[in-house]
């Protein structure tokens, strides 16, 4: 069975103080991993589509890279704006459902 | 910019009642789909179609039906409201069956059953 688990479930950083959410996951046949904001209350914004291992993706503050059996996003100097859960999802080769994982609730405090 | 409008931010619905949440998509996208997210349940997938008059179960369709009568439009409808179906429910679309392409969501309507 497809399985996407995201650790931590939650975060909490002080501004500037960089960290990594993983994302791991098993899947017959990945065709993408899919990382998405959401605010409280909204729907899922998306960041970044990974396709192959190797791969890595920026935006801002935020880096995602992906390897065979996971994905890191990375936040470098994060300010109280990156404040969001953030959830990872896989998409795999037959048909064309996302299947989630549980998200990471990050909070950065001035 | 892609678009995916969901035409109710908030309900409030009787145990019984049926409900009808619309959701239309501006970018010509083929996929369309419902999901609903729960706390420490995540998202969870409905029903998606693949093109007009066309749809496919998702994980947890029990007590929910759909109907995709234009390619813009995707509606999903409860048929007798139950306060389990209490929830946040997210529209989405994409753009072709291929796949691949990136799934764009809605602002969510939060629909609340007593």
């Known amino acids: 069975e497809d399985q996407v688990t995201q650790s931590p479930e939650a975060l909490r950083l002080q501004e500037g103080e960089s960290s990594s959410l993983n994302c791991s996951y098993t899947?017959?046949?990945?065709?993408?991993l899919f990382w998405y904001r959401q605010d409280p209350g909204k729907g899922p914004e998306f960041l970044f589509t990974?396709?192959?291992a190797g791969e890595e993706k920026e935006k801002e503050r935020l880096k995602a890279t992906l390897t065979k059996k996971e994905s890191f996003l990375h936040i470098t100097a994060p300010k109280p704006e990156d404040s969001a859960t953030y959830l990872c999802?896989?998409?795999?080769?037959?048909?064309?459902?996302?299947?989630f994982g549980g998200g990471t609730r990050v909070l950065v405090k001035p | 910019d892609v678009k995916v409008t969901q035409s109710s931010r908030y309900l409030v619905k009787r145990t019984g009642e049926k409900v009808f949440l619309e959701c239309v998509q501006d970018?010509?996208?083929?996929?369309m789909f419902w999901y609903r997210q729960d706390p420490g349940l995540g998202l969870r997938l409905i029903y998606f179609?693949?093109?007009?008059?066309?749809?496919e179960k998702g994980d947890i369709p029990e007590g929910y039906s759909v109907s995709r009568e234009k390619k813009e439009r995707f509606s999903l409808i409860l048929e007798s409201a139950s306060t389990n179906q209490t929830s946040m429910y997210l529209c989405?679309?994409?753009?072709?069956?291929?796949?691949?392409?990136?799934?764009?969501f809605g602002e969510g309507s939060w629909l609340t059953v007593v």
């Open positions: 989405a679309s994409s753009l072709n069956r291929r796949g691949g392409n990136t799934i764009y």
């Open positions: 899947v017959s046949g990945l065709r993408g």
């Open positions: 990974l396709y192959s």
């Open positions: 999802a896989v998409l795999k080769a037959a048909g064309n459902k996302l299947t």
């Open positions: 970018m010509d996208h083929e996929n």
């Open positions: 179609s693949y093109d007009v008059k066309m749809k």
